[in-house]
């Protein structure tokens, strides 16, 4: 499935379902809420982002949790789940989608790989996060990764 078609598929489901969708970013730097909103009627389904590129703004606006940083990093599955559910809250939606990690050029300090992604859908009163690790440069692991939480979207209405 193509890009374009893979965003109009999930706009179509969400709408279809009269379901509602925010998402917080930090290494796609919003480039998930620009596809999103390059779909004609996306203010149908899709309420706003945020993009939470420090800690800070990820404790302040989503409320990620302090221990949750300091113990796990800011690249981390708990992180991704806490930023998922964060933005649903925030933003009153059925959906959230949290994404973080090392798009690069440079990994984690703790030898974690260049182009390790985290990516947490909140529904239904849970959270999965999904690791993918994208070595293709940083370009490439943005697009892979908003390509993974489009089809996470996707996967888990259509259940």
Request: glycine share 12%; with cysteine.
């Amino acid at each position: 499935m193509t890009q374009p078609e893979l965003e109009q598929q999930v706009a179509r489901c969400l709408t279809q379902r009269g379901l509602t969708l925010s998402v917080a970013e930090s290494c796609t730097g919003g480039l998930l809420s620009a596809r999103i909103t390059d779909v004609a009627g996306a203010s149908k389904f899709y309420k706003g982002g945020a993009c939470t590129y420090c800690n800070e703004i990820k404790q302040k606006i989503l409320g990620v949790r302090a221990e949750t940083l300091e113990t796990y990093t800011a690249v981390s599955q708990q992180t991704a789940a806490e930023m998922a559910q964060g933005i649903a809250r925030v933003y009153e939606t059925d959906l959230g989608v949290g994404i973080t990690g090392y798009a690069g050029p440079d990994g984690g300090e703790d030898g974690t790989p260049v182009g390790t992604i985290y990516i947490g859908l909140f529904w239904k009163g849970s959270t999965q996060v999904r690791k993918i690790v994208s070595p293709h440069g940083r370009s490439q692991a943005r697009q892979d990764a908003a390509d993974e939480a489009l089809c996470m979207i996707l996967h888990a209405i259509k259940e």
